[in-house]
């Protein structure tokens, strides 16, 4: 069965630090893009960071550039997030996700991570940054 399974979410003090990481299960071979998403309470659900896992391009919300780390290891196969300098505006659900083809290209062209590009999604993990 093929599936995302996020790990390492929890709560931190305002300026912490987190790292999740997200396992491809099941996966013959890690996917061509990946994401990681957060959606706060009454708020929609937004792209934080993306990769092209083929060279690493990478792409990041404005709000998080500088912050944020995005990575991956093909072998294991596993997507990473480091969160450095969080504040409580970083707070929620955090998701990890395969891009399809469409939403790779969009991605690749305009940076752009949309949840309409989005195949399949993890079950979340949840981070909590308190003042």
């Known amino acids: 069965q093929v599936q995302l399974v996020e790990s390492g979410g929890g709560s931190v003090q305002t300026g912490g630090s987190l790292r999740l990481s997200c396992a491809a299960s099941g996966y013959s071979r890690i996917p061509d893009c990946m994401a990681w998403f957060r959606q706060a309470p009454g708020k929609e659900r937004e792209g934080v960071a993306g990769i092209y896992t083929g060279d690493g391009t990478t792409s990041y919300a404005d709000s998080v550039k500088g912050r944020f780390t995005i990575s991956r290891d093909n072998a294991k196969p596993t997507l990473y997030l480091q969160m450095n300098s969080l504040n409580p505006e970083d707070s929620g659900m955090y998701y990890c996700?395969?891009?399809?083809?469409?939403?790779?290209?969009?991605?690749?062209?305009?940076?752009?991570?949309?949840?309409?590009?989005?195949?399949?999604w993890g079950q979340g993990t949840l981070v909590t940054v308190s003042s």
């Open positions: 996700a395969e891009i399809g083809w469409s939403g790779c290209i969009d991605l690749l062209r305009s940076r752009q991570i949309m949840t309409t590009g989005v195949d399949r």
